[in-house]
Nanobody, 124 residues
Framework: QVQLVESGGGLVQAGGSLRLSCAASGRTFSRYVIGWFRQAPGKEREFVAGISSTGIITNYADSVKGRFTISRDNAKNTVYLQMSSLKPEDTAVYYC?????????????????WGQGTQVTVSS
């Protein structure tokens, strides 16, 4: 089992940057695929980015490609989401999630463990 805690959210102006962190407990963190999802008010939860257990494979939603970068440091049990060129439509609660399978999936129901979320607000 793994427990996840997100941090780094906040209020930023359009065009700005934020780095989210997802800190995990548990000795098996390095075995998990980690995904970032987000949910805006009145909208469904959507996939943002994912990274394989080794960090070699990454996957991004089209809406964030070229602006967001996902990375991980297994020695620190942490996954990061560097967000740049932020837009008001990036405003949402951002969640990290862990999946014990081998592939980096964008389907939220494949992920077994979830953090509590961190709010990101981008002002225009």
């Amino acid at each position: 089992q793994v427990q996840l805690v997100e941090s780094g959210g906040g209020l930023v102006q359009a065009g700005g940057s934020l780095r989210l962190s997802c800190a995990a407990s548990g000795r098996t963190f390095s075995r998990y695929v980690i995904g970032w999802f987000r949910q805006a008010p009145g909208k469904e939860r959507e996939f943002v980015a994912g990274i394989s257990s080794t960090g070699i494979i990454t996957n991004y939603a089209d809406s964030v490609k070229g602006r967001f970068t996902i990375s991980r440091d297994n020695a620190k049990n942490t996954v990061y989401l560097q967000m740049s060129s932020l837009k008001p439509e990036d405003t949402a609660v951002y969640y990290c999630a862990a999946d014990g399978s081998l592939s980096v999936t964008s389907e939220y129901y494949e992920y077994n463990y979830w953090g509590q979320g961190t709010q990101v607000t981008v002002s225009s």
